[in-house]
């Protein structure tokens, strides 16, 4: 395809004829799946699916969260034109990717969520794919890890974020984004020894034993040195990577529930995460993008470029064999 094909191309989210190519429909028109991937429940043969939780019930301040997955999806638009700046391939054309579409869950049976979505990711892993998700509350990602534990043994996390969610909460039925760590660790499906929490810059008594990169070790040693010391803790292990959108510092993202300041700017998220090309990444997600705080779009930009760089590790270790 070329940029010409804007011309007589639309709605490629339906219309593609295949799962691989850049994308070079008009960006401001057409249906947004994310990165104009086509829309598909079939997953043979598919590498990686990209899907949606729109739940938003556990934040701690502004809710918004369940519009999340739109938003990422409608700023990622712009970014499947070409490949990928500095990673030197492109997964588009390399893998066979698609929009497996959000989780359908009944918004009024709270406590039936989990289960549901801990199923609809084990779908997509028995299909043989990987899956990044766009949430959502960060309280989606524990669900998420039980599906990922069951194929892969005690996962090492990898969790970008302000704050580290690992506060006691003995009550496994809560469904709570700050406690969810906690009971990730306690029920054994996260190997604390092998997991890092990058940009932390709240108090906690307890992080559960896990490595921790808070924000001002982020800011006095270079993402060079915070990739290395990434690599070092995690190894070859299978690694799940949940990135909190309020990670990053509300002047580059004040559209989250959570802004705390002193947090990690883009450029830094942009290096780090190409830095960590070639960890085992066996998924991820992006979380807590919420629209309504930012008429500017910026946060969920950054959620788009997020998601994208973990297309790119995904494939990268596939594409390394």
Not at 98 to 119: I, M, N, Q, R
Request: aromatic letters at 10%.
């Amino acid at each position: 395809m070329a940029l010409a094909d804007a011309k007589t191309q639309v709605d490629l989210a339906f219309t593609s004829e295949t799962r691989r190519g850049l994308a070079y429909e008009n960006v401001f028109g057409g249906a947004t799946s994310f990165l104009r991937r086509r829309y598909s429940k079939d997953l043979t043969g598919v590498d990686l699916a990209i899907t949606g939780v729109p739940f938003d019930q556990a934040v701690t301040n502004r809710t918004g969260t369940r519009f999340g997955p739109r938003a990422v999806r409608e700023a990622s638009a712009l970014q499947p034109c070409d490949p990928p700046y500095g990673w030197g391939y492109s997964p588009l054309d390399e893998f066979d990717i698609v929009d497996y579409g959000d989780l359908a869950f009944d918004y009024a049976k709270v406590s039936a969520f989990p289960d549901t979505l801990t199923e609809h990711i084990r779908g997509i892993l028995a299909a043989g794919a990987g899956s990044v998700t766009l949430g959502g509350d960060h309280y989606i990602t524990f669900p998420i890890l039980k599906a990922y534990a069951e194929k892969y043994g005690p996962i090492s996390l990898l969790h970008f974020d302000a704050h580290s969610d690992t506060w006691v909460d003995e009550d496994f039925e809560r469904i709570d984004h700050g406690t969810m760590f906690y009971k990730a660790i306690k029920s054994g499906i996260v190997d604390p020894r092998t997991s890092v929490q990058v940009g932390i810059r709240t108090h906690n008594d307890d992080f559960m034993g896990v490595n921790v990169i808070d924000a001002r070790e982020v800011h006095e040693t270079g993402a060079a040195e915070v990739a290395r010391k990434i690599k070092a803790v995690i190894g070859d292990r299978p690694t799940y990577l949940t990135f909190d959108i309020d990670c990053l510092d509300p002047a580059f993202a004040p559209g989250t529930g959570t802004p705390v300041w002193g947090g990690l700017a883009s450029w830094q998220v942009a290096a780090i995460l190409r830095d960590l090309a070639g960890i085992n990444l066996v998924g991820g997600d992006v979380v807590e993008v919420s629209p309504a705080y930012d008429t500017t779009g910026a946060t969920a930009i950054a959620g788009a470029h997020v998601a994208h760089e973990l297309i790119c590790l995904y494939c990268w270790q596939k594409r390394k064999g």
